[in-house]
């Protein structure tokens, strides 16, 4: 959240060279979208220059990259332009920051307004063009969780959108997109159909934790994640990433953090594996955990931290610079053959299942559990 503002090339320099050396091969970095365009007609150049560094950074290291754009909705926080703020449109759920203060606001309809749409076309271009080309570069991410920035008013509208940005990112740079859809958008309805928002998508892409999940039979069920990409792949019949899985750890002792269950350093450990054994066998082509490392302690005062205590600890790597235990079982995984496995869809219509929430999931979860335990 306060990268662009406390740029540290040397420091992410050194994180990417840590990274490859454990064996790790693809890095998500996020583009706040207020550092890049703090006015709707203009670009950045001091943060393009960033964005610059940091893919020059991720390709000396070995790695591959992909940024997500338009963040936008961040740890239970939305961070938006005041330009792209809608005054008709009460902040809800989460706190909108804009400008450095918290605004009353939500973001305008950035999926179908066509100064907003302009906009983000703009952005897109921009970044699209600076690597173009570039072999570090391995796809976009439309947004972080980006219906809970705004929810759409139609699934239309997201997937219209979705097409119009991929379709500027593709001419401009050659890379395709993902989009980065999560949990609460197949627990409700909120107007996001994964058939239709993954049809111009390279890859799908899908975020869960069973900390968050309304269906979850509790902190260390390791079935939700493979439940959750088994769903988007029986919906978009595409191939699929899950881009965040993790979970929070836990204060020593304890098994909350923040009033949000947690895990131990050591009940970690056997969640990573199990969950990536099964993400293999239901035929994801990979897996991100969420995050690289733990965040400063001297940041817990600052929002989103302020309110959600437990977002500093999901890291791999220690505050200290120290690796957890996951960090090892991450590293040996990623050094291991593991034999490409066909994906697992199941024959859900989708348009049934979405009329049948809330209630649908929690059904489907049990005869998921049942086949898989």
Not at 143 to 170: C, H, I, K, V, Y
Request: with cysteine; glycine share 8%.
């Amino acid at each position: 959240m306060y990268m662009w503002q406390r740029f540290d090339i040397g420091e992410i320099r050194d994180d990417m060279v840590r990274i490859r050396a454990l064996g790790f091969d693809l890095v998500r970095f996020f583009l706040t979208w207020e550092t890049f365009a703090p006015q709707r007609d203009r670009i950045d150049e001091g943060a393009l220059k960033k964005f610059d560094a940091i893919i020059d950074a991720i390709a000396a290291a070995g790695l591959r990259a992909m940024p997500t754009l338009f963040c936008g909705h961040m740890s239970g926080v939305n961070w938006i332009p005041r330009w792209a703020l809608d005054e008709r449109t009460p902040h809800g759920r989460f706190r909108t920051i804009a400008g450095g203060s918290f605004s009353p606001y939500g973001a305008g309809d950035f999926y179908c307004d066509d100064a907003l749409l302009a906009a983000q076309l703009l952005l897109a271009r921009a970044v699209g063009a600076r690597v173009s080309g570039n072999a570090a570069l391995y796809a976009w991410d439309l947004g972080n969780e980006f219906s809970n920035m705004r929810e759409p008013q139609t699934p239309m509208d997201a997937a219209s959108w979705s097409a119009l940005l991929t379709e500027a990112l593709l001419e401009e740079s050659g890379a395709g997109t993902t989009a980065g859809i999560h949990g609460e958008d197949l627990e409700r309805d909120r107007h996001i159909r994964p058939s239709m928002i993954a049809e111009p998508l390279q890859f799908a892409t899908m975020h869960g934790y069973p900390v968050y999940s309304v269906f979850s039979r509790g902190r260390l069920d390791t079935h939700v994640v493979p439940f959750l990409c088994m769903l988007v792949q029986s919906f978009t019949k595409k191939p699929l990433l899950f881009s965040e899985f993790g979970n929070p750890e836990c204060p020593p002792g304890a098994t909350e953090a923040g009033g949000i269950a947690c895990l131990s350093e050591d009940e970690m450990v056997g969640y990573a594996r199990t969950v990536l054994q099964r993400l293999v066998q239901q035929g994801a082509i990979g897996a991100m955990w969420w995050c690289w490392a733990d965040y400063d302690p001297t940041l817990a005062t600052l929002p989103p931290f302020d309110r959600a205590p437990h977002e500093l600890r999901f890291g791999i790597i220690r505050a200290d610079g120290s690796e957890k235990p996951v960090a090892k079982v991450l590293s040996a995984f990623s050094r291991e053959a593991h034999e490409a496995m066909e994906p697992q869809p199941q024959p859900i219509d989708e348009k049934l299942y979405y009329a049948s929430l809330p209630r649908g999931i929690f059904e489907r979860y049990q005869d998921y559990c049942r086949t898989h335990d």
